[in-house]
């Protein structure tokens, strides 16, 4: 806009409204030169990591450790001041620091001289991750209580002769009121939180591990988190909403496995009614002997009366799942439909016209002629239950979490995050998916589709909405699952593995080359050169041999077998992907030994980098970002208005 003459009606009358927030041309000024000057620090850094699985205690360690940058920082300041031992000790001072205070006193190594040195350090530590940001954004990170004397000692360098006097008074003042335990664990946080700027995590925070609950509540206190839905989480999600389907499918999952606690103990929600209807109605369940790494307290107390239950809301899963695929018959799931096609008297059932002797045919609430009809204690058993879950106030604080937070999808600084696929046909073409209001949805039109959908069971529960969150945890064209069945029936009743086979959606071995993962970045509008796609879901095979980042670098799958049961298959423990300012690496971890034995014997999850595959031309700039992005367009509503405070057009109130 050049001058007055150039300007709609509109354009003024948003300058007049901008005025009000800057009245004045010293206002507008100084404010354009603070944005200008934030755009041309360097970027922040974002990890990205995917498929926690409840496993609370190594992800606990991973973000106190930021995937092992803290290690690296301390090495490359103090390599030439500290032995290794004393790095490994004062990195587990970083990552928990109240325990390794409290250890420290007990031995008698919290001398004054100790705490002054170790405040030192930190301060340096402290200095050098927040070098990269601003003053004000440091300042919004610290404490309170310490904000003023933390923010000095950042800012006063303890080499500088007129202030090394000023530097130590400090730090001697704050060990003489007794209170360096408090400044060194508020050090501790602020070095944790400038290190990380930005957490992703791609999916599947719930699953078969004990505490998914506890890492909710830790991503609930990050600073700056976002979450893309995996289909363990969206289960949880439908189950909360009220999906009675949804509510026997995470009570089969936590019987399954043994994670009960965070239905009774952390969601409230009472399974004696379910105990008993199964004590009543069900007898030996060989088959459906939850899984343990402690058998023997199970063997001992409980393992037959859970095996009784798992069985008695597998049985009600299934009905419940058949009900769905009747009144859905556009999700193409009749392969499911499994109950019609068992012959109750001769112990057999029938998949894809073969078939199979079942190794369970005590089935006493199936009515062969009504087969996924609910009895009438069954029934009012999931009355029960799906009350209770929607009525867990514990639970609803994490969900709305999930929904506040989260998306099926995201498109962040050049990359595309997703959980899943995208529906792909074997061509390589968008898969068009009939949905149940009677459109043809593909690609990204389809992606919102989900999203609005799931957003919707919670906050408006109509049914085609609720039964749509059962779909994507595992129907056959969902983005969140990618698979074309989901043969649980087959895995509890068929002996024959064969049977249990679940075929991959093409996109699986179509993404790993250019030409697919290109066409799925334009398709979200990204630059195909340069943007990546970054994915969970599928575990990287390390150990034999795969990469996670293929199709020339633009799709990388961080599913790095975080939950312990893929340790094995993976080799590793897990991955993060680092985005800082210089480039992108992928990090791989080794297993995790244990809170305990991390604090007494400074034991640090390894953090390996044998991925960096990706270095920038040149440092990466706020101004390069989507935030930079953001705050370009203010600056040039900033000039605009500065030209029309010179022009006269507008005046400040």
Known sequence: MENATHRTAEQIKILRLLAKEYPGIPAA?????????????????????????????A????????????????DNIFYRTMSESQRRSFCTLIYYPAEKLEEVRQTGEA???????????????????????????VREALPEDFQYIIDELLHTSGEEHDKQAYYQNIIGTVIEVGMAGAFIEALCRLIKRMAVDRLHVVGDIYDRGARPDRILDMLMEHHR???????HDIVWMGAAAGSAVCVATV?????????????????GISLRDLIGFAQETYKGCTWFMPRSEDDAYYVKNRMDTLSKAHKAIAIIMFKLEGQLIRRHPEYGMDDRLLLEHIDYTAHTVTIDGQVYPLN????PTVDPADPYRLSDGEASLMASLVGAFRRSPALRRHIEFLYTCGSLYRVCNGNLLFHGCIPLCADGSFDTVRTFDGQSLAGRAYMDFCDRTARAAFYDGGQNELDFMYYLWCGRQSPLFGRSRMTTFERYFVSDCSAWEEVKNPYYDLVVEYPAAAAILREFGLNERSAHIINGHVPVRAAKGEHPVRADGRYIRIDGGFCRAYHDRTGIAGYTLIYSS??????????????????????????????????????????DTDEGAALLDRMSDLRALLDAYREGVVSPD
């Open 29 to 57: 000024s100084a404010t354009l030169v603070s944005l200008n000057a934030l755009c041309n620090l360097p970027k922040g850094t974002e990890h990205f990591m995917s498929d926690l699985h409840g496993e609370a205690e």
């Open 59 to 74: 992800f606990e360690h991973i973000l106190n450790n930021c995937s092992g940058v803290i290690r690296e920082k301390v």
């Open 111 to 137: 001398t004054d001289e100790w705490y002054r040195v170790t405040l030192y350090r930190l301060v340096d530590l402290a200095r050098s991750v927040a070098s990269k940001y601003s003053r004000a954004k």
């Open 251 to 267: 009570l089969n999952s936590a019987l399954q496995y043994n994670t009960l606690a965070i239905v009774e103990n952390t969601y």
């Open 582 to 623: 210089r480039g992108l690496r992928l990090v791989s971890h080794s297993p995790f030994g244990g809170k305990d034995a991390a604090i007494r014997e400074n034991r640090d999850i390894l953090a390996s980098s044998d991925v960096v595959f990706e270095m920038m031309p040149h440092r990466m700039l706020v101004r």
């Open 360 to 363: 369970d045919a005590h089935f």
């Open 225 to 231: 988190v976002d979450i893309q839905w995996g289909n």
